[in-house]
């Protein structure tokens, strides 16, 4: 059993941890298929509004249930912010943005080049570490960021010409899948800043509950079919919500306190890849060459990078 106040774990625990981890990434890297198929049925924003809501429901009952539990004790880090609230108001809006951006992606772009320009955000968190937490940024790790980002251009480029790159649905997909990528950001920097006053559940809760009042508030503008009704969509929404969105990130969480960060992060770029494989055999999506070039190219670049950090 973890020992969580001290932090110690014993050797069994590592097996279950590894299982965990993977369970995760396969979870993360099947997921976009789910919401490939219910953006058919239902609007971005209350596909992302729904699952906003399961995903805030997973974690506002943990928060609730744990909160008598005393964290680890943590140095408090000399980045923390004196003002928390904002930034899990920030990270809310964040969470809103990039699974909007999400959902409007997967319908115009493929799954497979979706997950992969969603890895921006590891890029930019890397940058702003290097930037303003005084990390170390080695050969490995810049070299790292540039292969994963010249595998991005890749994906995004796809061997086509400047005109009929512009006009193409799928860059237009790209550009959503960026900005997605880019909304896990602050998402993220919320949750480093107060890591040492809240656990991650009570972080998460509320931003996810922003993420759904916003979200929510955008629905009423829009109608909510965009297809037929279809109770495999709504099934979807509710696994992608409780799955995706819960399960996924408390075995994350899980894992962390177990392996190192890096480690764990390093695996997580597994997820395109799986992505790739399934949305091929499942979604009969095309995979073309620059595509195949550059997905192992971004995720062996983080890879890299993350491993080299100090």
Known sequence: MNDISH????KSDRPLTFFYLFLTVFIWG???????????H???PFTAFARAVVAFAIFGTLAFRYRNVPLPDMEKPAYATSRPLLWLLIGGIGVAISNLCWN???RYTTVAACTLLQQNNS???????????SEGCG???AAGMLVSVCGLLLVAWNGQDLSALLQSQYFKGNVYAFFAGLGWVPCALAQKVNAHRYSSAAIVAPMFAISALITGIYSLFTPVLTGSF????VSFIILTGALGLGLGNHLFARTMRTIPASIGAAAITACPMISLGASALLLHEPVTTYLLIGAPLTCAGIAIAVLSAR
Not at 123 to 133: A, E, P, R, S, V
């Open 42 to 44: 239902f609007s971005i």
């Open 7 to 10: 932090g110690s774990v014993t």
């Open 139 to 141: 050969y490995g790790r």
């Open 104 to 106: 409007a992606s997967l």
């Open 123 to 133: 890029i930019c968190l890397m940058l702003y570490g290097i930037l303003f937490l």
């Open 230 to 233: 279809s109770w495999l969509a």
């Open 30 to 40: 099947i997921q976009p298929l789910a919401i490939k198929i219910v953006v058919e």
